[in-house]
């Protein structure tokens, strides 16, 4: 036995095509019908205005920035992540200033220093720049400004004293 008794059937059963037409509303088309009658009226033929390509090239154009964009500008994810996370930091972290400290600590002991405590070597300052005397300024002031050691001055001091020049060159004029 080859095939299963169902293939062996070559007509239509008119029963079943009946049960079908009631239950689905449809009608039962005779064998001389025309395409006219199965099809019925055409429908008039649907245009469009505007053609599909217009369409594609916008699109595109749109894409292409995009695209040069993503290749090229480099991402932080996590950055951009951390924006959108609702959790947020509590305080600053004092295990990054503790580690630091230890590093600080570990170097210090290593270079020979008594007390990680100690404040690191001064730094020179630089030497204070005086100006050149004025050809009119009286001989007495340029003898007395040579007569002084330069003196490590700090910054406040440094902008206290051209103050004063500033001043001085205002009173002469």
């Known amino acids: 036995m080859p095939y299963s008794p169902e293939y062996l059937r070559f ?13 689905t509303g449809g009608r ?19 245009r469009s205005s505007r053609s599909i390509f217009d ?42 200033m503790g580690a630091l400290l230890e590093r600080k600590r570990t170097v210090d002991a290593r270079l020979g220093s008594a007390s990680p405590e100690a404040p690191p070597p001064a730094m020179p300052k630089p ?4 100006a050149a005397p004025k ?15 330069p003196a490590e001055v700090s910054t406040t001091g ?3 004293e051209l103050k004063r020049r500033m001043r001085q060159k205002k009173d002469e004029k």
């Open 11 to 23: 007509r239509s059963n008119p029963r079943t095509l009946a049960r079908i037409v009631e239950r």
């Open 28 to 46: 039962v088309l005779e064998s001389d019908a025309t395409g006219e009658v199965v099809f019925g009226d055409r429908p008039p033929p649907r």
């Open 55 to 96: 369409i594609f090239l916008i699109v595109i154009a749109c894409l292409i920035p995009l695209d040069v964009g993503v290749r090229r500008i480099q991402l932080d994810w996590s950055v951009i992540f951390g924006w959108f996370r609702s959790e947020k930091k509590r305080g600053p972290s004092g295990r990054t």
């Open 127 to 130: 030497a204070v720049r005086e």
């Open 135 to 149: 050809k009119k300024e009286a001989p007495r002031r340029a003898a007395a400004k040579k007569e002084q050691p």
């Open 158 to 160: 440094r902008l206290l």
